[in-house]
């Protein structure tokens, strides 16, 4: 029996007919082949193939240490492995919640300077640069406009008139705010939202006795290809 799996860093039912490459079409070679686009409430930012016979919905704040563990990790990889392939459409859900516990606005420019880099066509590679670069001075935020710059610079076309004046500005505040909001809601009826990183593969919130396979490739494979 393969259970729902929720990991809260910040704050079984059977198994189904495994998902054959043959059945998939080509994969995506690089990430910049990887189609990217925002959901039509504006809240989240889907990559890969629309047609993936997976969804997998990741919420991350990216000043949350444990979203940072996350991504580094070995299921991480696999996550974005499987999104290459074609097996699995990943939707990311980007609080900043963790703003309103420690302070500082780090989190909100680092949600906005995303859906910056998503009108780009650059999210993936940004998004990738900005959690493994998480800043430790978590007092004053850490994502500043210098330093989401200097981060833009390791993704080769990123930088442009637009997009320096897009994250100088929070352009994309409207975003921030809704992103937040569908994370607030995510926890039914509870206040807040269901902690970061938590991982809902096809609606199921991944809970319970898995609650660490989202870093272990073996481990999460085994869900996104026998869900």
Known sequence: MVGALLLVGCNRSERGTPILAEDLPSPYVYDDDLPESLSAD??????????????????????????????GSDGAEVLRSRTRERRVKTEYTLASFRDDSLGGDGSKRAVNALRAALDANLFTEYHEVIIRHRPEAEASGGYTT??????????????????????????????????????????????????????????????????????????????????
């Open 146 to 227: 210098k330093y989401l710059l200097e981060l833009a610079d390791q993704v080769p076309g990123l930088r442009s008139t637009k997009f320096d004046a897009a994250v100088a500005a929070m352009s994309h505040h409207d975003f921030v705010v809704r992103s937040q909001t569908a994370y607030d809601a995510a926890n039914g009826d509870e206040p807040y939202g269901p902690g970061t990183p938590t991982v809902v593969v096809d609606g199921k919130q991944l809970s319970g006795e898995l609650h660490d396979a989202i870093f272990d490739w073996d481990d999460f494979d085994r869900v996104l290809t026998r869900w």
């Open 42 to 71: 504006g809240t989240t930012i889907t990559v890969g193939d629309p047609g993936a016979p997976i969804t997998v919905r990741v919420y991350e704040d990216p000043r949350c240490p444990v979203v940072e563990e996350f991504e």
